[in-house]
């Protein structure tokens, strides 16, 4: 059972600074603890609820996320590593990975302070730039990691392996390597499949691929990707999860590999995937 609950807010989205007062007053009102990060209590006026550092995450019970996916994609990023389960609140467009709504604020703190939920695990992905036998850049991601051309009519070459075992080859945008939470994300627009959250799996599909027959491939989640990717010039790159980028160099080799920390999110045990599936994919 909660007691401490942390606030992410992303500040960007409109009324997000009166929703997470309201959210504060919530948990008070339900004999909860609020903290806070520094930027959200100043705007708030609240620095008597500010917790700064790894502070915040050592002293949260659980946390709330207040904006869209992309919110919630940025925590699980940062907090994965602290086993902290998170709790997305939709203030966003399509919020897909959120399990809470403004107008259901009271009922979200009462749930969790009463623990009427369950937990749901999922698998993230580390990825490393190897370049001349070093790694250069690593990243971990809770939805895919990207690695494709950035400019438009411009091909890249790309070389797939599973387990140093070549899996396909071939010119085109790119290829994206995803989670099976990333499976409704970048890969689904692709063509890829839409796999359940709770399997544990690696989605590989490619971009526009310039070749008659290639096609999506789902692999263990224990397995080893490596990609490398060639190009007569320089307008290539890696993204993790649509916000970290990294530029790549014709040559580089991006290793993707099972993350050893997971993101644990909360959830309700009336909401069924496929009835949130057709609802957000649906727009609704």
Known sequence: MAQTIGLVVNHTKANAEAIASRLIAAITRCQGQPIIEARTAEALGRPDLAVTGNDFAERADMIFVLGGDGTLLGAARRFSSFNIPMLGINIGHLGFLSEAEPQDLEMAVIRVLNGDFYLERRMMLETCVWRDATCVHRSIGLNDAGIGKGSFARMIGVKIYVDDNL????SGDGVIVSTPTGSTAYS?????????PHMQVIILTPICAHKLVARPCVIGAEQKVRVNVTA????????????VGFPLQSGDDVVVTRAASETILVRWQERAFFSILQSKLRGE
């Open 232 to 243: 007569s010039h320089s307008d290539l790159g890696l993204t993790v999860d649509g916000q």
């Open 167 to 170: 899996y396909d080859e071939f």
């Open 188 to 196: 689904l627009s692709c063509g890829g499949p839409i796999v359940l």
